[in-house]
Nanobody, 123 residues
Framework: QVQLVESGGGLVQAGGSLRLSCAASGRTSSTYAMGWFRQAPGKEREFVVA????????TYADSVKGRFTISGDDARNTVYLQMNSLEPDDTAVYYCAAGTTFPAVTREKYYYWGQGTQVTVSS
């Protein structure tokens, strides 16, 4: 069993930055991929970025490439999402997820999910 808790969301103006954190606990050795998804009001949950915990490889959605960066801290069992040059279209609830395979860009590849953290970008 793995538990994930996101934090760091908030309200920011367009062009600003936020850093989201995802703290993992439990049987984290069973996970190999960490990912971030987001869901805007009235839309389906979409893939944002994935990280290979073993090799460090990353996969980004085209919509965030060059603006968002994922990183991890093994000692703290924590992954981060640094979000720069935020746009109003980035407004969504952001979810952290953990899976067993990489690359993993679909919801079905992830077994564990956090509760989500709200990110709101004003124009």
């Amino acid at each position: 069993q793995v538990q994930l808790v996101e934090s760091g969301g908030g309200l920011v103006q367009a062009g600003g930055s936020l850093r989201l954190s995802c703290a993992a606990s439990g049987r984290t050795s069973s996970t190999y991929a960490m990912g971030w998804f987001r869901q805007a009001p009235g839309k389906e949950r979409e893939f944002v970025v994935a990280l290979d915990k073993w090799g460090g490889a990353t996969t980004y959605a085209d919509s965030v490439k060059g603006r968002f960066t994922i990183s991890g801290d093994d000692a703290r069992n924590t992954v981060y999402l640094q979000m720069n040059s935020l746009e109003p279209d980035d407004t969504a609830v952001y979810y952290c997820a953990a899976g067993t395979t990489f690359p993993a860009v679909t919801r079905e590849k992830y077994y564990y999910w956090g509760q989500g953290t709200q990110v709101t970008v004003s124009s």
